[in-house]
DNA sequence: AATGAGGGCAACCGCAAATGT
DNA sequence: CACATTTGCGGTTGCCCTCAT
Protein backbone atom coordinates (compact mmCIF):
# COMPACT_ATOMS: atom_id res chain seq x y z
CA UNK A 1 0.00 0.00 0.00
CA UNK A 2 2.42 2.54 0.84
CA UNK A 3 4.80 1.00 -1.30
CA UNK A 4 2.52 1.93 -3.60
CA UNK A 5 3.58 5.09 -3.20
CA UNK A 6 7.18 4.83 -3.33
CA UNK A 7 7.29 4.32 -7.24
CA UNK A 8 7.88 7.02 -9.61
CA UNK A 9 5.15 7.41 -12.59
CA UNK A 10 5.53 9.66 -16.34
CA UNK A 11 7.86 9.03 -18.56
CA UNK A 12 11.36 7.22 -18.38
CA UNK A 13 14.77 9.53 -17.98
CA UNK A 14 17.79 8.39 -19.72
CA UNK A 15 19.31 7.80 -16.84
CA UNK A 16 16.41 5.13 -15.45
CA UNK A 17 16.84 3.58 -19.17
CA UNK A 18 20.35 2.98 -18.34
CA UNK A 19 20.33 1.20 -15.29
CA UNK A 20 17.23 -0.81 -16.52
CA UNK A 21 19.40 -2.15 -19.64
CA UNK A 22 22.44 -2.64 -17.69
CA UNK A 23 20.41 -4.83 -15.01
CA UNK A 24 19.13 -6.91 -17.82
CA UNK A 25 22.04 -6.85 -19.44
CA UNK A 26 24.04 -8.78 -16.34
CA UNK A 27 20.83 -10.54 -15.19
CA UNK A 28 18.39 -10.74 -18.04
CA UNK A 29 14.87 -9.95 -18.38
CA UNK A 30 12.20 -11.33 -16.08
CA UNK A 31 11.51 -10.98 -11.85
CA UNK A 32 10.57 -7.60 -13.42
CA UNK A 33 9.64 -6.73 -9.34
CA UNK A 34 13.16 -7.77 -7.86
CA UNK A 35 14.43 -4.70 -10.60
CA UNK A 36 13.52 -1.68 -8.00
CA UNK A 37 14.75 -3.42 -5.06
CA UNK A 38 18.45 -4.85 -6.28
CA UNK A 39 18.44 -1.13 -8.72
CA UNK A 40 16.99 1.46 -6.25
CA UNK A 41 14.92 2.01 -9.51
CA UNK A 42 12.07 4.23 -8.57
CA UNK A 43 9.61 2.00 -10.92
CA UNK A 44 7.61 -0.92 -10.01
CA UNK A 45 8.08 -4.24 -11.61
CA UNK A 46 5.65 -3.73 -14.31
CA UNK A 47 6.70 -0.52 -15.59
CA UNK A 48 10.20 -1.87 -16.14
CA UNK A 49 8.44 -4.59 -17.98
CA UNK A 50 6.75 -2.81 -19.98
CA UNK A 51 9.45 0.04 -20.86
CA UNK A 52 11.39 -3.15 -21.80
CA UNK A 53 8.97 -4.30 -24.08
CA UNK A 54 7.82 -1.49 -25.81
CA UNK A 55 11.14 0.60 -25.75
CA UNK A 56 14.60 -0.67 -25.01
CA UNK A 57 14.33 -4.20 -26.07
CA UNK A 58 17.29 -4.52 -29.44
CA UNK A 59 13.91 -6.29 -31.15
CA UNK A 60 11.55 -3.09 -30.95
CA UNK A 61 11.60 -1.77 -34.59
CA UNK A 62 11.46 2.50 -33.69
CA UNK A 63 9.80 5.28 -36.37
CA UNK A 64 6.64 4.84 -38.75
CA UNK A 65 4.94 2.45 -40.14
CA UNK A 66 5.56 0.70 -44.19
CA UNK A 67 2.58 0.25 -46.20
CA UNK A 68 3.19 -3.31 -46.01
CA UNK A 69 2.86 -3.27 -42.25
CA UNK A 70 0.20 -1.59 -41.99
CA UNK A 71 -1.76 -3.95 -44.82
CA UNK A 72 -0.77 -6.80 -42.71
CA UNK A 73 -1.88 -5.18 -39.65
CA UNK A 74 -5.70 -4.46 -41.59
CA UNK A 75 -5.53 -8.17 -42.59
CA UNK A 76 -4.50 -9.60 -38.58
CA UNK A 77 -7.13 -7.11 -37.37
CA UNK A 78 -10.13 -8.31 -39.96
CA UNK A 79 -9.06 -12.01 -38.96
CA UNK A 80 -8.34 -11.77 -35.13
CA UNK A 81 -9.63 -8.07 -33.88
CA UNK A 82 -8.12 -6.41 -30.90
CA UNK A 83 -5.80 -8.65 -30.29
CA UNK A 84 -2.70 -7.15 -30.27
CA UNK A 85 -0.39 -9.21 -28.80
CA UNK A 86 -1.21 -12.18 -31.87
CA UNK A 87 -1.35 -9.62 -34.26
CA UNK A 88 2.36 -7.75 -33.03
CA UNK A 89 3.53 -11.53 -32.89
CA UNK A 90 3.39 -11.45 -36.93
CA UNK A 91 4.47 -7.54 -37.47
CA UNK A 92 8.44 -8.19 -36.80
CA UNK A 93 9.67 -6.00 -34.54
CA UNK A 94 6.41 -4.00 -33.50
CA UNK A 95 4.81 -4.20 -29.97
CA UNK A 96 1.40 -4.72 -29.15
CA UNK A 97 1.52 -0.81 -27.75
CA UNK A 98 2.71 0.20 -31.15
CA UNK A 99 0.05 -2.13 -33.48
CA UNK A 100 -2.67 -0.86 -30.93
CA UNK A 101 -1.43 3.15 -30.22
CA UNK A 102 -1.03 2.85 -34.67
CA UNK A 103 -4.62 1.27 -35.45
CA UNK A 104 -6.54 3.66 -33.11
CA UNK A 105 -4.73 6.58 -34.04
CA UNK A 106 -3.92 5.76 -38.11
CA UNK A 107 -5.59 3.01 -39.27
CA UNK A 108 -9.09 3.48 -37.58
CA UNK A 109 -9.51 7.03 -39.58
CA UNK A 110 -7.89 5.30 -42.74
CA UNK A 111 -10.66 2.87 -42.92
CA UNK A 112 -13.14 4.84 -41.64
CA UNK A 113 -13.75 2.96 -38.98
CA UNK A 114 -14.96 4.20 -35.03
CA UNK A 115 -12.12 3.80 -32.42
CA UNK A 116 -12.41 -0.06 -31.16
CA UNK A 117 -15.72 -0.80 -32.62
CA UNK A 118 -14.82 -4.12 -32.98
CA UNK A 119 -16.30 -6.73 -30.12
CA UNK A 120 -12.76 -8.18 -27.79
CA UNK A 121 -13.38 -11.54 -27.17
CA UNK A 122 -10.49 -12.97 -25.22
CA UNK A 123 -9.17 -16.31 -23.93
CA UNK A 124 -10.93 -16.25 -20.27
CA UNK A 125 -13.55 -17.95 -19.11
CA UNK A 126 -15.50 -14.75 -18.79
CA UNK A 127 -15.49 -14.68 -22.69
CA UNK A 128 -16.18 -18.21 -23.12
CA UNK A 129 -19.26 -17.59 -21.25
CA UNK A 130 -20.09 -14.99 -24.29
CA UNK A 131 -18.97 -17.28 -26.84
CA UNK A 132 -21.61 -19.77 -25.58
CA UNK A 133 -23.98 -17.21 -25.16
CA UNK A 134 -23.77 -16.40 -29.21
CA UNK A 135 -23.01 -19.78 -29.65
CA UNK A 136 -26.77 -20.22 -28.20
CA UNK A 137 -28.13 -17.57 -30.19
CA UNK A 138 -26.83 -18.59 -33.70
CA UNK A 139 -27.95 -22.60 -33.30
CA UNK A 140 -32.24 -20.95 -31.87
CA UNK A 141 -32.24 -18.54 -35.11
CA UNK A 142 -32.22 -19.55 -38.25
CA UNK A 143 -32.45 -16.30 -39.95
CA UNK A 144 -29.91 -15.16 -42.46
CA UNK A 145 -28.49 -12.07 -40.87
CA UNK A 146 -28.09 -12.64 -37.64
CA UNK A 147 -26.53 -15.79 -38.37
CA UNK A 148 -23.82 -13.26 -40.51
CA UNK A 149 -23.84 -10.86 -37.56
CA UNK A 150 -22.92 -14.01 -35.03
CA UNK A 151 -20.30 -15.30 -37.86
CA UNK A 152 -18.79 -11.65 -37.77
CA UNK A 153 -17.52 -12.43 -34.38
CA UNK A 154 -15.04 -14.48 -35.42
CA UNK A 155 -14.39 -17.89 -33.93
CA UNK A 156 -10.78 -17.86 -34.70
CA UNK A 157 -10.59 -15.05 -31.83
CA UNK A 158 -11.18 -17.49 -29.12
CA UNK A 159 -9.88 -20.95 -30.12
CA UNK A 160 -6.43 -20.25 -28.23
CA UNK A 161 -8.03 -21.12 -24.68
CA UNK A 162 -9.62 -24.29 -23.51
CA UNK A 163 -12.77 -25.38 -24.93
CA UNK A 164 -15.64 -27.75 -24.25
CA UNK A 165 -16.19 -30.09 -27.44
CA UNK A 166 -19.35 -28.32 -27.94
CA UNK A 167 -17.77 -25.03 -28.18
CA UNK A 168 -14.71 -26.86 -30.46
CA UNK A 169 -17.31 -27.85 -32.32
CA UNK A 170 -18.44 -24.84 -32.92
CA UNK A 171 -15.62 -23.31 -33.62
CA UNK A 172 -14.99 -26.03 -36.30
CA UNK A 173 -18.32 -25.03 -38.01
CA UNK A 174 -17.84 -21.62 -38.30
CA UNK A 175 -14.39 -21.73 -39.02
CA UNK A 176 -15.09 -23.93 -41.81
CA UNK A 177 -17.47 -21.35 -43.05
CA UNK A 178 -15.67 -18.58 -42.07
CA UNK A 179 -12.58 -20.09 -44.41
CA UNK A 180 -13.39 -19.30 -47.99
CA UNK A 181 -14.25 -15.91 -46.93
CA UNK A 182 -10.58 -15.36 -45.67
CA UNK A 183 -9.09 -16.70 -48.38
CA UNK A 184 -11.11 -14.61 -50.50
CA UNK A 185 -10.69 -11.30 -48.99
CA UNK A 186 -6.85 -11.80 -47.73
CA UNK A 187 -5.14 -14.24 -49.89
CA UNK A 188 -2.31 -16.00 -48.20
CA UNK A 189 -3.54 -15.06 -44.83
CA UNK A 190 -3.83 -18.34 -43.72
CA UNK A 191 0.12 -18.94 -44.00
CA UNK A 192 0.32 -16.94 -41.24
CA UNK A 193 -1.58 -19.02 -38.61
CA UNK A 194 0.28 -21.86 -38.75
CA UNK A 195 1.88 -21.40 -35.33
CA UNK A 196 -1.17 -19.36 -33.60
CA UNK A 197 -3.01 -21.17 -30.81
CA UNK A 198 -5.63 -22.75 -32.93
CA UNK A 199 -4.69 -26.20 -33.05
CA UNK A 200 -8.12 -26.86 -31.65
CA UNK A 201 -9.97 -25.16 -34.83
CA UNK A 202 -7.64 -27.09 -37.50
CA UNK A 203 -7.91 -30.23 -35.93
CA UNK A 204 -11.71 -30.31 -35.90
CA UNK A 205 -11.29 -28.49 -39.32
C1' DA B 1 3.66 36.00 -29.10
C1' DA B 2 0.03 33.68 -26.62
C1' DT B 3 -3.07 30.07 -26.31
C1' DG B 4 -6.36 26.57 -27.20
C1' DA B 5 -7.45 22.28 -29.84
C1' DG B 6 -6.29 18.07 -31.56
C1' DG B 7 -3.18 14.25 -32.64
C1' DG B 8 0.22 10.88 -31.45
C1' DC B 9 2.25 7.98 -28.42
C1' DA B 10 4.28 6.36 -23.93
C1' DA B 11 2.78 4.75 -19.85
C1' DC B 12 -0.71 3.37 -16.43
C1' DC B 13 -4.62 0.57 -14.74
C1' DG B 14 -7.37 -3.35 -13.87
C1' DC B 15 -8.12 -7.90 -14.69
C1' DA B 16 -7.09 -12.74 -15.63
C1' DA B 17 -3.92 -16.47 -16.33
C1' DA B 18 0.22 -18.66 -15.11
C1' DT B 19 3.55 -19.85 -11.90
C1' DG B 20 5.59 -20.34 -7.39
C1' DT B 21 5.45 -21.61 -2.44
C1' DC C 1 -4.93 -27.74 -2.58
C1' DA C 2 -4.91 -22.91 -1.31
C1' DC C 3 -3.00 -18.77 -1.39
C1' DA C 4 0.45 -15.34 -3.00
C1' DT C 5 3.10 -13.47 -6.47
C1' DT C 6 4.36 -12.62 -11.15
C1' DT C 7 3.41 -12.05 -15.89
C1' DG C 8 0.73 -10.73 -19.84
C1' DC C 9 -2.98 -8.45 -22.09
C1' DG C 10 -6.25 -4.87 -23.76
C1' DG C 11 -8.37 -0.52 -22.70
C1' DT C 12 -7.62 3.98 -21.23
C1' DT C 13 -5.32 8.13 -19.69
C1' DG C 14 -2.55 11.99 -19.86
C1' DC C 15 1.61 14.36 -21.42
C1' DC C 16 3.93 16.59 -25.10
C1' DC C 17 4.16 18.48 -29.55
C1' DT C 18 2.33 20.81 -33.59
C1' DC C 19 -0.62 23.81 -35.78
C1' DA C 20 -4.32 27.01 -36.41
C1' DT C 21 -6.23 31.22 -34.74
Redesign the pocket.
Known sequence: MEAENQ??????TEEEDQILLEHIRVHGR?????IPKVTGLK?????C???W???LSPHVK?G?FSEEEEDLIIRLHNLLG?????I?GRVPGRT???V???W???LC?KLGLKK?N?K?V??????FTQLEQTNNTLSSNSDAKAREVSQNENPLLVAD?EASNGEAQWMSNHFAESLPLFQEDSPGLLDFLDDYHFDLAWQSF
Open positions: YKKGLWGKWNRRCGKSRLRLNYRGNRWSLADNQKNHNTHKQRVGTSKKHG
